[in-house]
């Protein structure tokens, strides 16, 4: 019965994470800018002025993070994942999911180390779903950046400018990159140059396939040229890559999920039996010879995984 208990627990954490982009509305998005612009004006219709103390205070603690190292990064990887948070609202996210999890781990086992096991295993929920999130986006877009460079291109060669090109691609294509396109689209209006817009982009997707289009529509406004046929250049080249490295990704398939299996079966193995049975796990940290068990195993771990990801990870 607690099994059962903590699979349902678990899987309703998942279901939390798995739904943070739509848990912010676009009206909150707006008091929040308008919290930033206009911090002096109280809320009067929506809210009261508890409410927008609070906000106030969550801007406050935002600002203090992003002052900090860890703080950019996370609002970095929170922008790459695409989520509606702000830094202070997934730190507090992390915090109550590592929470929740240690008080379901002593709920069902009644022992300190099973809370402190459950603790650590949900506090790296959100930074593993986060990962997960950006690498799908990076995946995703990179499947979809030679499309819509076939759709630059027409446009371009159709009477369009650069910018109305990237306004036609953002209509016809799906999310993420419509998205990323519609963000450089209203930089420019805003005010911004194409190529800081498209600067900023190349930072929200790491992908060197992008690093080629920047780097050739930014040569193209400095220099010139016939920017259409550049585009059909570089497509071409982006398609043979993305062809070469699905077969690769086909051939490293096998040892890839090896590699995920020899990491995961051990840990969760040792998590259920913490869980179950903490007193017979315990057995294996206490004091003594018997250390080198379970520090000798997760060093072999490590190393055994590191090695299997440098063998299939092949440069294309």
Known sequence: MGILVAIIVGVAILV????????????????????????????DSGGSRIEFSAKSALQKLDRQFLSRGMGGGIAANLLQADLKLTVTEYVLLVLSSATLGALLG?????????ALVAGTISFFIPPVFV???????????????????QQLSGSLRAGYS????????VKQMPWPIADEFLRVVREVQ??????????HMGERITSDDLVMVVSSITIHQQ?????????????E?????????????????????????????????GAVLMIINPTYET?????GITLCIPFGAALSMIVGYVIMRRIVDIDV
């Not at 650069?162 to 691609?169: F, G, I, R």
């Open 131 to 149: 990962s997960w999130r950006k690498a799908k986006r990076r995946r995703l877009f990179s499947e979809q950046l030679p499309e819509a460079l």
């Open 162 to 169: 650069v910018v109305q090109s990237l306004d036609v691609v």
């Open 190 to 199: 805003l005010g911004q140059s194409l190529e800081t817009a498209l600067r």
């Open 283 to 287: 057995r294996l940290f206490t004091p």
């Open 237 to 269: 080249t982006i398609r043979e890559r993305v062809r070469i490295k699905r077969e690769v990704e086909v051939l490293t398939a096998q040892q890839r999920i090896s590699g995920y299996v020899l990491v995961a079966l051990p840990v969760a193995l």
């Open 16 to 43: 939390i994470f798995i739904g943070l982009r739509s848990m912010m509305p676009q009206d909150e998005i707006a008091d929040r800018i308008q919290g930033i612009v206009q911090p002096d004006l109280a809320i």
């Open 223 to 235: 220099v010139g040229g016939n920017l259409a046929e550049i585009l059909d250049t570089v497509t």
């Open 106 to 114: 002593y709920a069902i086992s009644r022992h300190p180390v099973s």
